[in-house]
């Protein structure tokens, strides 16, 4: 049987003494589980090929939010996103590229993307 990941949250308030526990508690299963080769995650600087974004997880690589995203591509302040269908999604290799050219507004980055 194949390693499963177990994820969970829980907000408690509690003293210092239990919360002390609590961790102590954690580690120690944590300490008596078997360890299993995990695969690294991709990340965006691995290059396979054109890559999409939708516009959270866009809003995350520009460490903004999403609605902040929205006003500066509705307002021309960015580069457009890409239409497919309903579906919204933007071009990692072109916000990094945008990013590195400092930023510039949609009619100066596509004067930079021409005489590129």
Do not use: C, Y
């Not at 944590?30 to 991709?42: C, F």
């Not at 516009?55 to 021309?76: C, F, Q, T, Y």
């Not at 269908?85 to 916000?95: A, K, P, T």
């Amino acid at each position: 049987m194949p390693p499963q990941v177990l994820q969970f949250r829980v907000d408690l308030v509690v003293s210092d003494e239990v919360m002390d526990r609590l961790v102590s508690i954690a580690t120690e299963i944590i300490r008596q589980l078997p360890l299993h080769s995990v695969p690294p995650a991709p990340t965006l600087k691995q290059d396979n090929g054109p890559r999409f974004l939708t516009s959270p997880d866009a809003a995350k690589l520009l460490n903004i939010s999403v609605r902040a995203m929205l006003r500066l591509a509705e307002h021309g302040k960015m580069p457009q996103p890409i239409r497919l269908g309903h579906s919204v999604r933007w071009s990692v290799e072109e916000l990094k590229a945008w990013m590195e050219a400092g930023a510039p507004n949609t009619a100066d980055w596509r004067a930079l993307k021409k005489g590129s």
